[in-house]
C-alpha cells in the first residue's frame, strides 16, 4: 500500500507492504539505486544506512512488545533526500501512523516545523519511534511493579515464568536498540556532508535520545536482575524450610513408630501387653514421647 504526503515543499511516501510495481514506480519518480529499491521489497535482517549521491538509505528495527501486529520486531526503511522521504516497513507501526494523522492536520493548518528539507521529518519521525520504544519500557517496568509486589506474597513459584518473559522482553528490547548506536553516529559524523552543519545538532539529539533509552533499558536489566536473584532466595528458603519440616517430621515418626513396635513386641515378660487397656496405654507412651521431642525441639529452636 502506498501512501503519499506532501507539505511545505516536503513529500513523504510511506509504503507498507510495497508491491514490485509500487516499488519500481517510487524508484522512477525518485532515481533510486535498484539495489535499494530491491531492499525495499523484502525485510532485512542487519540495520545499517548507505550515503548516495542524492539521497540517505538508513535500516532501523525498533522493538514493538505490546504494539506488534505480526511481529516483536519491525523494521523501518528509510530514503532521505533534499526534498522527499520514503519510508517503507512490512507491518502496520502505530507510531507512524499516528505520525501521518498529525502531519495531515498540520499540513491543512500549515503548522508543520518540518523544516526546509526532508531531515527534518527524518528527525521528527524518528522521535516519534523512539517515543513509542520509551512506552514500550513503561509496560516493562509496570511489569516488574507487578512481581516485585507479588514476590512477598508467597508467589515466588508463579513469579518464576513472569520473572522469565520480563527478562524475554528487556533482551529484545536491547538487542534491537543496540545497532542503533552506530548507526546513529555513523549520521552524525558524517551527515553535515549530507545535510549540512546547521543539522547536526538534531542529529546528535537523536544520539542523546537513543543513549537515554538504552540507559534506562539499562537500568531495566539491573532491576529485573535483582527481583530474580531475591526470588531466587525466597524459593531457596522456601525449599530449605519445607526440607527442614519434612526431616524434624522424619526424625519425630521413626523414634516413636520404633517405641510402638518395641511396646507391641509378644513376649513372656512385656509389661504392658494383655493388661487392661493395654492399647491406651501404649498411646498415652506415645503422645508423652512425642510431647517431649516437640518440647525439645523448641527448646533447641529447631521448630
Known amino acids: ?5 506532501e507539505h511545505g515543499g516536503v513529500t513523504w511516501v510511506d509504503l507498507e507492504n510495497p508491491t514490485t510495481d509500487e516499488v519500481r514506480r517510487v524508484m522512477d519518480e525518485y532515481g533510486l539505486n535498484h539495489f535499494v ?10 540495520p545499517r544506512v548507505e550515503f548516495h549521491d542524492k539521497y540517505l538509505y538508513v535500516i532501523l528495527h525498533f522493538p514493538a512488545l505490546r504494539h506488534a501486529h505480526k511481529t516483536e520486531e519491525q523494521e523501518v526503511d528509510f530514503v532521505v533526500g533534499e526534498k522527499f522521504l520514503i519510508t517503507t516497513h512490512y507491518d502496520t507501526i502505530d507510531p507512524l501512523h499516528k505520525f501521518s494523522k498529525v502531519f495531515e492536520v498540520n499540513s491543512v493548518l500549515d503548522k508543520s516545523p518540518m523544516g526546509e528539507h526532508a531531515g527534518y521529518l527524518f528527525f521528527y519521525m524518528l522521535r516519534r519511534l523512539y517515543k513509542a520504544v520509551e512506552h514500550e519500557l513503561d509496560f516493562v517496568r509496570t511489569d516488574l511493579v507487578h512481581i516485585e509486589h507479588n514476590l512477598f506474597g508467597g508467589l515466588e513459584v508463579r513469579m518464576v515464568r513472569a520473572i522469565s518473559q520480563c527478562a524475554r ?13 552506530d548507526i546513529l ?62 526431616t524434624i517430621m522424619a526424625f ?34 506415645v503422645l508423652a514421647a512425642g510431647t517431649g521431642m516437640l518440647m525439645y525441639f523448641k527448646y533447641k529452636k529447631w521448630l
Not at 500500500?1 to 504526503?5: A, E, F, K, V
Not at 522482553?169 to 548506536?181: C, F, K, M, S
Not at 556532508?193 to 534506562?216: I, M, P, S, T, W
Open 252 to 285: 519425630l515418626t521413626f523414634p516413636l513408630s520404633l517405641l510402638v513396635s518395641i511396646l507391641n513386641v509378644h513376649s513372656e515378660h512385656n509389661p504392658i501387653l494383655g493388661r487392661p487397656f493395654d492399647f491406651w496405654i501404649i498411646i498415652c507412651i
Open 169 to 181: 522482553d528487556v533482551l529484545n528490547l536491547r538487542q534491537t536498540i543496540e545497532p542503533h548506536r
Open 37 to 46: 529499491a530491491e531492499e525495499l521489497l523484502l525485510p532485512t535482517q542487519k
Open 185 to 246: 553516529k555513523t549520521l552524525a559524523d558524517d551527515g553535515a556532508k549530507f545535510f549540512g552543519e546547521e543539522f547536526v545538532q538534531y542529529l546528535r539529539a537523536l544520539e542523546n535520545d537513543y543513549y537515554r533509552l538504552h540507559n534506562h533499558i539499562m537500568r531495566l536489566t539491573d532491576t529485573l536482575h535483582e527481583i530474580r536473584e531475591t526470588n531466587n532466595s525466597l524459593l531457596s528458603t522456601k525449599e530449605g524450610e519445607t526440607m527442614r519440616r519434612l
Open 1 to 5: 500500500m502506498l501512501s503519499r504526503y
